[in-house]
């Protein structure tokens, strides 16, 4: 059974950055579409960031263009997602996933199309 882990987290200041790490172990991700999804508390999980497998194209929401950014490192089984010009809006608790079904084809910043989940990592944003 495949397992993602996600680390990276922390207490950053207003405007810094951190790089967050999944790592797969089970899977050769390179392979699989890998999405960030992040989940602020009291209010519903929402999608980040996903890269899709093999032409590793990339998709934000809105909220993050230009600010955060999502990559492979094959070689490290490993997906990045590097966070800059952070805001206390960005403060949550992010999880990486992984779709082994294909439902990114269609849908890659949606919570159904991916099957396996990290446990999380707290970012938090403040002064």
């Known amino acids: 059974q495949g397992q993602l882990v996600e680390s990276g987290g922390g207490l950053v200041q207003p405007g810094g950055s951190l790089r967050l790490s999944c790592a797969a172990s089970?899977?050769?991700?390179?392979?699989?579409?890998i999405g960030w999804f992040r989940q602020a508390p009291g209010k519903e999980r929402e999608a980040v960031s996903s890269?899709?497998?093999?032409?590793?194209?990339?998709f934000y929401v809105d909220s993050v263009k230009g600010r955060f950014t999502i990559s492979r490192d094959n070689a490290r089984n490993t997906v990045y997602l590097q966070m800059t010009m952070l805001k206390p809006e960005d403060t949550a608790v992010y999880y990486c996933a992984l779709d082994s079904r294909g439902g990114t084809m269609y849908y890659p910043l949606i919570m159904r199309s991916y099957d396996y989940w990290g446990q999380g990592t707290q970012v938090t944003v403040a002064s």
């Open positions: 089970g899977f050769t991700s390179a392979y699989y579409a």
């Open positions: 890269i899709n497998a093999y032409d590793d194209k990339t």
